[in-house]
């Protein structure tokens, strides 16, 4: 809305009448009852004395609110129009008649509708139009019309008798006169209400006139508020922004705001003039261009306290900060400084604080700024203006956006959360479910501020971010963007226990599946599902009827994309995680599994995460009982290869021992030499890892022995090696002992006396025993 111009008008009536006697408002103690005033005007419509004093003293009835008065002035209004109408040719009648309406029209909003009522307007624009070279009368008629234009409803009277032409008209004729002008554009900026009156004002050449008479009375205050209203008027349509600029209406407010520092009513108008002008991309480029930013930006710090200058400056900001190729200019401390102090100062001001975060959200992009909003405290405003206006969709977007672009910098995650940003996030869309920008920006805050710290995920969760999230993937089943980002947030705290049982609880396991089973041809939403999945496989009270269906929708999704590593790793961790429970392995074995794990251990050969996942499986397997199953499909095998290409994977390693360990006794033929291959290779990869050392020397004491000599010497070079650099570890200690006896009963007594007799730390007396055999005196 244009600045209030109510008061405008009341300030510009001194429109130079001579007659005292017109423009005296007080009641003169002598005034006739207004009955008997109109009764003779009445009733002698050809007597010009008696009409010209009816003429003057109907205006001294326009402050008198007397029910008799009240109840008259119609009629009386009406009596002067008939007198103009009776004598069209004498001067002092209509100079006359037209001061007595316009102490009218100035006294009352109802007195102005009287005059629409009594057809007043095309009886002021013959009058207007009759004595368009007297400046007295011009004057008057023109303020009556400033008048009524303050009234929006009387505007479409006005437009439909092309009010505006003739102020066109009179201010051509008098364009030297300063309060003519002055008037003109107080009305113009009035009657542009629509946008035809726009155009139509437009084509005679009226923002050109406007933005001539600005700088020809560039001292005129006055002028230059009226001008800028006008201009703001013009350019609150889509259709005429750009010509009102291109006509220089964008240089001539900045003048405006650049030499009126001191006025604030001019400054205010001047800023709602640029507020309209900026509503278009190349308005606002040409501001940049024009060396505005810095002329705004005084305007706005220099009246903090002025609300509506706050108001218009802060839309302005907003709509620089919207556009790519202006945004860069209000990316910058004094601008946020600006922002952050409105939201501070002007909390219950929805104009305000929706445009100011609209802003935010669009320039709050680097960690510099960021920083500086939470040094401000700045959050905890956007936090406080969302829970101000809960169901405004323009406030809980803008800072669902702003709490997101929070979370992109992980340093500041914690700090942000700590200003209440997800509790906000999460109300906001659970109070407005249906809002497509809302679900969206807040499944993209929750996904930023749950992101690799922990506090912040239980905080979502404890703040309802499961209940959220699940109700936003119903409400948008179609849309695959918005299923994404709510998949994408939930798979971020779907390790915490009590997320997990927040989605069963709510039905969340059906949702996932029905979400995936919808969505086949969607590898994006295959893969979030799967990790979700995968999440709620780690609890270890799932019933049956719950963990088969996830372990059938995995085993579907892993058919349909197949070649998705991704997707096979949660399969695997699935497999991982189910196996350890009482029902998890008795799906397993029931429908053999462990061919799909070594097929994904074989596909994803170059995938550590996978082939460590498929490990830990073979590992509990092979302490079960279906180690020899292992063998015959190829776990050996699958373990060899995955070792050689990730060599440095000591994880892997471990896992991959502790299998062989566990499947040393039952390995036969050639698999015996190739387990000591990997064992030692393993134990030379990894020497100063006691968990491969312990595991390496029982894999090998629970093998074979062909008794080839260069395998012994490898085995006891292994040992010696594991002892001297483990010797305080009980473990290795425990299984290089039980290998040592072995091999000494196996024939090999010279080799193990060769390792014992060599540089060995201090070994425990345990040790010995294990080997059985007596401490050699002399020990380095």
Not at 494 to 508: P, Y
């Amino acid at each position: 809305m244009p600045p209030s111009n109510t008061h405008d008008v009341v300030k510009h009536i001194d429109c130079d009448i001579d007659d005292k006697n017109i423009t005296e408002t007080k009641v003169n103690k002598n005034l006739e009852p207004i009955n008997v005033c109109i009764n003779h005007m009445t009733n002698n419509p050809e007597n010009f004395e008696i009409q010209l004093t009816g003429c003057k003293t109907v205006g001294q009835y326009a402050h008198i609110e007397t029910l008799q008065v009240l109840l008259a002035k119609h009629e009386a209004i009406q009596c002067v129009f008939n007198a103009m109408q009776q004598f069209p040719d004498k001067d002092e009648l209509h100079k006359t008649a037209s001061a007595s309406i316009l102490q009218m029209a100035s006294s009352s909003e109802a007195n102005c509708e009287m005059i629409c009522k009594c057809d007043g307007i095309s009886i002021l624009i013959n009058t207007l139009r009759r004595y368009c070279d007297n400046i007295n009368v011009t004057r008057t008629i023109l303020t009556i019309f400033g008048y009524i234009s303050a009234t929006e409803e009387l505007c479409f009277d006005m437009i439909q008798h092309c009010v505006h032409s003739e102020v066109m008209g009179a201010m051509s004729r008098h364009s030297q006169d300063a309060h003519v002008v002055k008037q003109c554009c107080f009305i113009l900026g009035n009657l542009v209400i629509t946008e035809d009156t726009a155009k139509q004002i437009m084509l005679v050449g009226g923002v050109h006139t406007i933005i001539s008479v600005m700088y020809k009375f560039h001292d005129n205050h006055t002028i230059l508020e009226n001008g800028c209203r006008a201009l703001g008027s013009f350019a609150a349509f889509d259709n005429s922004c750009l010509d009102v600029a291109q006509a220089g209406g964008t240089k001539t407010v900045l003048s405006v705001l650049e030499q009126t520092k001191d006025d604030v009513t001019v400054q205010e108008c001047a800023l709602w003039a640029l507020a309209c002008l900026t509503s278009m991309g190349d308005t606002c480029e040409e501001l940049v261009e024009l060396d505005g930013v810095d002329t705004l930006l005084t305007s706005i710090e220099r009246y903090g306290e002025e609300e509506t200058i706050q108001e218009y400056g802060v839309r302005i900001i907003c709509n620089l900060a919207v556009l790519d190729t202006t945004s860069a200019y209000m990316s910058c401390n004094r601008v946020l400084h600006i922002l952050i102090d409105q939201l501070t100062q002007y909390p219950e001001n929805l104009g305000i604080l929706d445009h100011a975060l609209s802003a935010l959200s669009h320039t709050l992009l680097t960690i510099e700024n960021q920083r500086l909003l939470l040094n401000k405290d700045g959050v905890r405003k956007v936090v406080e203006a969302m829970a101000t206006f809960p169901e405004h969709n323009g406030v809980q977007e803008h800072g669902c956006r702003i709490l997101g672009n929070m979370g992109v910098y992980e340093v500041l995650r914690k700090e942000t959360e700590a200003s209440g940003a997800s509790r906000a996030v999460i109300s906001a869309m659970l109070s407005l479910q249906m809002s497509t920008e809302i679900q969206e920006y807040g499944c993209m805050a929750l996904m930023n501020l749950t992101a690799d710290v922990q506090v912040n995920k239980i905080q979502v969760m404890k703040n309802g971010g499961v209940s959220a999230l699940l109700t936003c993937i119903r409400n948008f089943e179609n849309d695959t963007c918005m299923l994404l980002g709510a998949l994408k947030a939930l798979g971020n705290i779907i390790s915490l226990e009590g997320v997990c049982h927040d989605v069963l609880d709510d039905n969340g396991l059906r949702t996932i599946i029905t979400v995936s089973n919808r969505n086949i041809d969607s590898i994006e939403i295959q893969t979030f599902c799967s990790m979700i999945l995968c999440g709620l496989s780690a609890l270890t009270d799932l019933p049956f009827e719950m963990t088969e269906s996830i372990d059938d929708t995995l085993l579907r999704i892993l058919g349909e994309c197949c070649n998705n590593a991704d997707i096979c790793l949660y399969f695997c961790q699935t497999m991982e995680n189910i196996i350890t429970t009482e029902n998890g392995y008795r799906i397993f074995i029931k429908d053999d599994r462990l061919p799909v794990i070594l097929q994904c251990m074989s596909k994803f050969i170059y995938h550590a995460d996978i082939q460590q996942a498929g490990c830990k499986i073979i590992a509990i397997l092979a302490m079960g009982d279906v180690d020899k199953v292992i063998i015959q499909n190829g776990g050996i095998d699958c373990i060899s290869t995955a070792l050689e290409l990730h060599p440095t994977e000591h994880r892997l390693h471990v896992l991959a021992l502790m299998v062989l360990a566990s499947l040393a006794p039952i390995v036969k033929g050639d698999k015996v030499d190739e387990v000591h291959r990997i064992v030692i290779m393993a134990m030379g990869r990894f020497m100063e890892n006691h968990e491969i050392q312990s595991y390496g020397c029982t894999a090998i004491c629970r093998l074979q022995l062909n008794g080839d000599d260069m395998e012994v010497d490898n085995i006891l070079s292994s040992v010696r090696h594991a002892l001297r650099r483990h010797s305080s570890q009980g473990d290795v200690l425990k299984s290089a002992g039980s290998l040592l006896r072995r091999m000494s009963e196996a024939g090999h007594a010279e080799g193990v006396d060769g390792v014992l007799g060599s540089a060995l730390p201090n070994l425990p007396d345990f040790f010995w025993r294990t080997v059985k055999q007596t401490k050699p005196n002399k020990l380095c």
